[in-house]
């Protein structure tokens, strides 16, 4: 690595949406980044001439800024684009010598995630990974204590989150919902995109190592109640390399917005991370501990994740999460879409219609308390004896190496 930069420059392909979010969090961080280029496919709109006022070049699409910037220039390319278009724009960003920050998930299969593995290895460039709850304080506080043993062992973990989404929500792009786009696998849901975080953060506070655990095995059931192709629904159980079970539920179909919770047991106590911020360590000998991240709020992560990622590009250092890290979340992602194949419709007479001030959501009902007893007991729905629910099969990930495998419905 080469860089050596007091205000790093940075490039995002795209302008609107989440990159325009991101955007804004660069400007939060005057003198330690820059943001020096965007694409559109609106050269001509107002955001457009708004960004060339500020003297940042406006480029069509990720071919032309390519030709157009040099690492030298711009050591690094944010990549916060739809889900199948990840590999193939990472790859031309690593082949061009920049460094990229990928927009999680990473890509859509283990499959093309190795390939970017093995660019990263054969390249002097780094793809570190948008997984940016993980950059909060609490999650990093518990991370050092778990490594420093004073728990003791992890015996298991488990995880939920339940969410309500309007039915727009699943109209918002050409991708939303999706399984494939024009062919290349998508598998929205909420394993792969909004409650991706929350199975990564299992996965990264199942092991004291550096990283997430890697699972050996997976069984999981997935569902819509939205009339979608990908799931909104999901619960899966997995075993990791040192034989600790972790759970995970969620739902875009509920009808209450809970906390999310991530809830570890140890051999010294039972930890529970709430909203990925605030913590709560009930020892076995009784003590009580409690703290949570000052001055949380939605842009902190993202904020800490930026400035980690251009401090450790700046000092030569390997950033928090690279795309190495993220192959075990692939292994549970794709192998619970091998686990139960397309996702299954929740039957009508289990569904309910309903309008708020988001517009028409289609909600499950009575799942909150479906939801808290499968976390509880680490049951998957079916074995609940939830009338609708199907159980998938295990599948074995220890030499798991390309989605889909064995399920041939897929």
Known sequence: MDIACETMNLAIV?????????IDRIADLPGLCRLVAVTTRRPDSDTARKFKAQGVAVLENIDELLETMTPEECPTLIIPTSIESHYEYTKKAIDAGFHVLLEKPPAATVQDVDRLIELQQSSDKWIAVNFQHLF?????HLKKRLAGGEFGAVKSVRARALWMRPESYFSRSSWSGKLKVDGQWVLDGTIGNPLAHLLAEALYLATPKDGMATPVNVQAELYHGNDIESEDTSCLRLETEDGVPVFYCASLCSKEMTPI??????????????????LSIRWKDGR?????TPDNNNDLDRLIMLETLVKSLSNNERPLITVEECRSYMLAWNGAFESFGVPAAVPESAVSSEINEMGPVRCIPGFLNMAEQASREMKLFSELGVEWAEPGKQIDLTEYTAFPSENKAL
């Open 14 to 22: 795209g302008c609107g949406g989440y990159a325009g979010y991101l």
């Open 261 to 278: 919770f991530c809830e570890i047991e140890t051999e010294n106590a039972d930890i529970c991370l709430v909203d990925y911020f605030q």
């Open 288 to 292: 009580i501990e409690e703290a949570e």
């Open 136 to 140: 909060n304080p609490m999650s990093q």
